[in-house]
């Protein structure tokens, strides 16, 4: 771009004068303007100034855009937002005073070293997102979020946001020779690829598509031709940042695809939110754990493959439990008893059994039972002292033996009826030996 809009220098070490402002050097350029170092004799401070591009500066609905766009970015008053001191849309080639910060931008930054570290991503992330909530507090849409638009100032390592709402005044202008708007396609949002109204929602998708290139040294999505890349950015998937950097943290990652997704209602509700995020993923990787570096050195999807395997065994080891429990269960539950027919002993004498223990076996009354018993124990005794009856058969006119045996009958016959007749004494079974009940 010429310099033919500068006056002549007051120094012959200067480049030229616009305004009050003298022109010490070029900054850079690209495709809204050209950015130069200047000096501002009024309040004696180094200023950065912003002219726009001749084929902006020629439009009348342009010029007025880029002036009410500066007007409203110059009310975001934030220490992560470069500051806009003076608008001047009332000269032939209109320009923006802002702040100059020494030091570089974050394009130049990984140009120069390559990817970042997780810890260095996470503290420009955050100070990103603090300056995008304060405008976005003010109404304001910054609509061209890129590295190149992220200042990194010498010594204090401070990240600013510059050019809010200039990408809207060239969106208005219309006239890059190719017919796309203005603004860097590889980190425009899907719904401004698609022509659509953007909002603070889009802002975070260049936030996400920022953190990328910090995490891989390139953007989400790349293609050689600008309609190419828009394509993929409105259809394509990202590839994991993972798989290209594996030191990158899980839930930094998870951040960053969470940012990238295609509709904004799943993207992060605020950029407030996605600071806090950022925080609490670098507060997590600061902390002093042995394991945490070792896992996060892993490919991501190795780590998805581990948790897997890790559901798959644990839902073995509960299969194997459960089966475990219900053998186990099977193994020390009592068995059914097991009634074994009994016979009584064969006694080789008739005496009769004891008159308590036979009591509480059946549970009668002992003063009645043993009174019977006695009875039946004496008859059983001279049955015992007789001769066998074929002996006895033998001798002619002895019956006796025959009706000895028919009273013990009788005897045993009346102590059956008695027992079923009377009523079971309760007391006389609980009561030790030797009690009364």
Not at 79 to 92: L, M, P, T, Y
Not at 209 to 219: N, R, S
Not at 309 to 337: N, T
């Amino acid at each position: 771009m010429k310099l033919d809009f500068l006056s002549p220098p007051a120094h012959p070490e200067m480049l030229g004068q616009i305004g009050r402002y003298q022109i010490e050097r070029v900054i850079g350029s690209g495709g809204m303007g050209i950015v130069l170092k200047g000096f501002d004799t009024d309040l004696n401070r180094p200023v950065a100034i912003k002219v726009l591009a001749p084929h902006l500066a020629h439009s009348g609905a342009a010029r007025q855009r880029f002036a009410r766009e500066a007007r409203a970015a110059a009310a975001v008053v934030h220490e992560h937002v470069v500051a806009i001191h003076n608008v001047e849309s009332e000269q032939e080639t209109p320009f923006l005073v802002i702040q100059y910060v020494p030091g570089q931008s974050l394009q130049e930054r990984v140009e120069q070293k390559g990817p970042l570290a997780p810890e260095e991503i996470l503290r420009i992330g955050m100070q990103a997102a603090a300056g995008l909530a304060a405008a976005h507090a003010q109404g304001v849409i910054h609509r061209d979020v890129k590295p190149g638009n992220i200042l990194l100032e010498n010594g204090v390592e401070r990240a600013l946001l510059t050019d809010f709402g200039l990408a809207r005044a060239a969106d208005d202008a219309s006239l890059t020779h190719s017919g796309i708007v203005a603004g860097t396609p590889h980190y425009m949002s899907p719904e401004q690829a698609r022509g659509e109204t953007a909002d603070a929602r889009s802002d975070l998708f260049g936030l996400g598509a920022v953190l990328y290139f910090m995490a891989t040294g390139h953007p989400p999505f790349r293609a050689e031709r600008a309609m190419a890349v828009l394509h993929r950015i409105c259809h394509d998937r990202q590839r994991p940042v993972s798989q290209i950097n594996p030191r990158i943290p899980d839930e930094l990652a998870d951040v960053i695809d969470r940012l990238l997704e295609k509709k904004p209602s799943r993207r992060f509700a605020s950029a407030d939110e996605v600071q806090q995020a950022l925080a609490g993923v670098l507060k997590r990787l600061q902390s002093p754990r042995t394991w945490r570096p070792r896992r996060w050195l892993r490919p991501r999807w190795m780590r998805q493959r581990a948790r897997q395997h890790r559901v798959l065994l644990c839902s073995v080891c509960v299969v194997i439990a459960i089966g475990g429990f219900a053998w186990m269960r099977d193994w020390f539950r009592p068995a059914s008893p097991v009634v074994h027919e009994t016979r009584e002993p064969t006694r080789t004498d008739v005496s009769p059994p004891n008159a308590e223990t036979l009591a509480l076996e059946k549970g009668t009354r002992r003063p009645e039972f043993e009174n019977e018993l006695t009875a039946i124990g004496q008859g059983l005794q001279q049955i015992a002292s007789k001769p066998y009856p074929e002996a006895v058969a033998l001798q002619s006119g002895h019956d006796s033996w025959t009706k000895e045996v028919d009273v013990a009958k009788k005897d045993l016959k009346h102590l059956e009826e008695s027992w079923t007749v009377r009523p079971i004494g309760n007391s006389s079974l609980n009561s030790p030996k030797g009690e009364n009940p």
